[in-house]
């Protein structure tokens, strides 16, 4: 499974502009896919809310094709299932994406877990997690954190 999406991010974010994939910030949305899912699973329940938030601002906010969306939907939860770690999502992340992107990943992680209106300690510690792991300073977590929850 790893080996499935290790090759989706290769082919679609490592390799640079291909077909359909024609700049930077577009190949972020695909990135950032993964580790919103696994937001969405972090209290082992996935709330049609909380898809349709992760949808929502892929398409919303980024302009995906809907057959680019229902891979990497597809990919993410298969490899969520399977992931001991978010590591291997952060990595690709951490290599090829500055501080500020890093940043407003973070604060759309947070958009996924308020879309239910509930904030389950599970989805909390994820993105906590998920944050460190992209070097996010404290400071920065809590105001993507808040520029979140003020969006809702």
């Keep these: 499974m790893l080996g499935e999406i290790k090759k989706f991010f290769d082919s679609f974010i490592q390799s640079g502009p291909a077909p359909g994939i024609q700049d930077a910030e577009h190949r972020l949305r695909l990135a950032t896919a993964a580790l919103l899912f696994e937001v969405s699973r ?6 049609l809310s909380e898809l349709t938030a992760v949808k929502q601002a892929l398409n919303h906010l980024f302009d995906l094709s809907d057959a680019e969306l229902d891979t990497l939907v597809e990919l993410a939860n298969k490899e969520s299932e399977h992931a001991s770690s978010h590591y291997q999502f952060t990595s690709l992340i951490n290599r090829s994406f500055d501080a500020a992107t890093k940043v407003r990943i973070v604060e759309m992680l947070w958009r996924v877990v308020f879309s239910d209106a509930e904030m ?4 909390e510690a994820t993105v906590r997690k998920i944050a460190e792991l992209l070097y996010v300073s404290h400071s920065d977590f809590i105001a993507a954190k808040q520029r979140a929850k003020g969006s809702v």
């Design 42 to 47: 972090a209290d082992h329940v996935i709330q």
């Design 120 to 123: 389950d300690k599970y989805e």
